[in-house]
């Protein structure tokens, strides 16, 4: 049986191995997706993303939690980063996340980045489309929370949180425009500490400013105590509320045109330049090119044009 | 063509709170260019074998420092086998008396390290004894 059909099958170790096959860029992995994707498309994706020490893997163990007291089979993506210097990397959000690593119907998975950046992993969305086949409903990613560029969260996800802290330099007018456009719901978490109502009525009135045309969402700002689990419920019931507002307002129809769109454009770009790159490689030509290029008898922008002609493409 | 990055669940069985000696291997196995799973404290056998199959690691490695390894370590290696996880190499680090050691190596514990171990060689032994999954 091949590693798909073991998957569908609600194997576990198939679903791992897939996943690292895909992970390590193992061409059988594009076999077995293959066969999986027409499973897939079932799952209600969330994405937390929000600063390193946020909460958001406290928040990620409070949350799944709370689904599966719904009775809800529940995955777990987590990013962290691979480090630079030896391409290895520690991936600890699991530390939070302990009691549910026996629960049957929990799968938590860590991935590295591995030099990607935006947030996740280059293998993110195909490992998302592994536990959406083996029939997990709601699966929660959590990306790796550089602050910056954390935007591929956006076209991977359904609902996108953004969790922030109390006193964050106290003046939210320093918060990246760029977080307040990515988020459908805006977590206050450590709603322990001091400040934490003062940052979310800050925030408030920020996304309040925005002006949303009518029947478009407005996210809302919610306080957690991750930790006690305090907020958790209403948390929960604003993703309902917002999967709830994607479905019956045609934005879910077009989240997922989006992001089919963009799944293609990214596996055309990568197979494209696997397979010319390695065309030229094979046959000389490469070599003759950067020939060219440090005898200056030919530039890059010629170079590219003149292989490119040599390719038919419909 | 692809290449596999050798994945290792490092964690910490059984009741006692130092985790200190386990994060400096899992920095140690980072540093050497693997992927560490850290876990930290407190699990049970049953947790570390799942997430080792959720992670698909190829090697467990457990600091003990709570002298219950002669109880943890061969239910850890136990349950890999009940959950068809054999072939995940399971090896141990702490506070382990060397008459203990064969007793571990019977039960399936690959290695056993004891305090005062560096990193460098243990680093080599993970390189000489771990091969990633096919
Ligand atoms: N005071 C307080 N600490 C929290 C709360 N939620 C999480 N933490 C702590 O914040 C630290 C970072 O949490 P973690 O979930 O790992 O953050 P992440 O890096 O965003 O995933 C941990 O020590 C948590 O125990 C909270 O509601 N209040
Ligand atoms: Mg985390």
């Known amino acids: ?314 | 063509m692809a290449e596999r990055r050798i994945r290792v669940l490092v964690g910490k069985p059984g009741l006692d709170g130092h985790d200190r000696g386990a994060k400096i291997i899992a920095r140690a196995l980072r540093d050497a260019g693997f992927e560490v799973i850290y876990t930290g404290l407190h699990q049970t056998p049953e947790q570390i074998v799942s997430a080792a199959i959720q992670e698909d690691v190829d090697c467990v490695a457990l600091s003990i420092l709570s002298g219950a390894h002669n109880t943890l370590l061969p239910a850890v290696r136990e349950i890999m086998k009940e959950k068809g996880a054999s072939d995940i190499v399971l090896m141990a680090g702490g506070v382990i008396p060397e008459d203990d050691i064969p007793g571990l190596k019977a039960a399936g514990i690959a290695e056993v390290f004891t305090p005062g171990t560096s990193t460098e060689t243990i680093v080599a032994w993970m390189r000489d004894n771990v091969t990633p999954h096919a």
Do not use: C
Not at chain 1, 44 to 62: E, F
Not at chain 1, 95 to 103: E, G
Not at chain 1, 135 to 148: A, F, N, P, S
Not at chain 1, 240 to 268: M, P, V, W
């Open chain 1, 1 to 314: 049986m091949s590693l798909a059909e073991r998957v569908l099958d609600g194997e576990i170790r198939a679903a791992a191995r897939l996943m690292r096959d895909i992970d390590d860029r193992f061409k059988s992995a594009v076999d077995e997706l293959k066969i999986l994707y027409p499973h897939t498309g079932k799952a209600y994706i969330i994405g937390i993303t929000g600063p390193p020490g946020a909460g958001k893997s406290t928040l990620v163990d409070q949350v799944v939690a709370a689904y599966r007291k719904k009775d809800l089979l529940v995955g777990v993506v987590a990013i962290d980063p691979t480090s630079p210097f030896s391409g290895g990397a520690i991936l600890g959000d699991r530390i939070r996340m302990n009691r549910h690593a026996d629960d049957p119907g929990v799968f938590i998975r860590s991935l590295a980045t591995r030099g990607a950046l935006g947030g996740l992993s280059r293998s993110t969305m195909d490992v998302l489309n592994v536990m959406d086949a083996m029939g997990l409903d709601v699966i929660v990613v959590e990306t790796v929370g550089v602050g910056q560029d954390e935007v591929d969260i956006v076209s991977t996800a359904h609902t996108t949180v953004v969790v922030m802290v109390p006193g964050l330099g106290d003046d939210i007018q320093a918060i990246k425009a760029g977080i307040l456009e990515i988020g459908d719901v805006f977590v206050v978490n450590k709603a322990d500490r001091d400040g934490a109502d003062r940052t979310a009525r800050e925030l408030t009135a920020m996304l309040e400013m925005k002006h949303p045309e009518a029947g478009d969402w407005m996210p809302h700002v919610i306080k957690t105590e991750a930790a006690k689990g305090l907020g958790i419920d209403e948390l929960v019931d604003e993703f309902e509320a917002h999967h709830s507002y994607l479905k019956e307002s045609g934005a879910l129809q077009r989240l997922i045109q989006e992001r089919n769109a963009k799944i293609f454009a990214d596996t055309l770009r990568e197979e494209l330049f696997e397979s010319v790159f390695s065309g030229i490689k094979e046959s000389g030509k490469y070599q003759q090119i950067l020939d060219g290029m440090r005898d200056r008898s030919t530039d890059p922008y010629s170079a590219v044009e003149e292989v490119m002609a040599a390719r038919s493409f419909s």
